[in-house]
């Protein structure tokens, strides 16, 4: 098995699967993963790196938020890392990457079984946090038609005008981004989190502080 010949047409199918797509998922998005992951799996003992690099490649392939199964995804995957002979074994770790890591919503809260699932999840989760998750966060806020920030969701009535106004990109920090340092599988990742967590608090003190005047 020439691992680098099967990581160069994984890279391959991937980029060109992903290319242009907007909502956050695109090809950079699966390099900034591979590279945080590989870090993570290199300090680490008694990690497969290879399984590593496959499923931080192939994570977000046939996503569940296009409607994808996690059977379609499997199917996909397997179909794919046959036809360059990789071994079932391998192929069986690599799918259950991409059908477990997933936040989903915050609804996937199961223990990970396996040290190259959690080292990925890590990697796919330093990349939602830090000055690029604060990019990542408007730029879907963008493509989603979402204001950045609306003063009057937070006010008394907030309920009221919850129901009748979307929400802003400025709450998603608070229902996901903020929580992701304490869901970090690795001490490693926890690290990394640490500083990319202070990064999105003092940005969002700037935010206000520039929002009211104040620098
Ligand atoms: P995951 O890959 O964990 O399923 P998502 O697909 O939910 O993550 O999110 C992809 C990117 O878009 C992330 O950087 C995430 O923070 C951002 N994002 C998702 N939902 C929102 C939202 N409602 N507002 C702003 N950013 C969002
Ligand atoms: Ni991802």
Avoid at 55 to 77: C, M, P, T, V
Avoid at 96 to 103: C, G, R, V
Avoid at 131 to 160: D, V
Wanted: hydrophobic content about 35%; charged content about 30%.
């Amino acid at each position: 098995m020439d691992k680098k010949l099967i990581l160069n047409k994984t890279k391959e199918f991937v980029r060109r699967k992903l290319e242009g797509e907007g909502s956050g998922h695109d090809w950079w998005h699966i390099v900034r993963v591979y590279n945080n992951a590989l870090d993570i799996a290199k300090q680490t003992e008694n990690v497969d790196c290879f399984v590593v690099q496959l499923g931080a490649l192939l994570h977000d392939i046939a996503d569940h938020k296009f409607g994808y199964s996690d059977e379609d995804r499997r199917k996909i995957i397997l179909d794919f890392l046959k036809t360059l002979k990789v071994q079932d074994e391998i192929i069986e770790e690599v799918v259950y990457i991409a059908n477990n890591i997933s936040f989903k919503g915050g609804t996937n809260k199961h223990e990970l079984a396996t040290i190259e699932s959690k080292i990925v999840q890590d990697g796919d989760r330093l990349d939602a946090i830090g000055a690029i998750g604060i990019g990542r966060a408007f730029s879907y806020g963008g493509y989603a038609k979402r204001t950045m920030y609306n003063p009057n969701l937070r006010e008394e009535n907030e309920k009221e005008i919850r129901e009748c106004c979307d929400s802003d990109t400025i709450s998603h920090f608070y229902e996901k981004l903020l929580l992701l340092k304490d869901l970090m599988n690795t001490e490693i990742g926890y690290k990394k989190a640490q500083r990319r967590h202070e990064i999105m608090e003092e940005f969002l003190n700037n935010f206000y502080a520039e929002w009211n005047g104040g620098i």
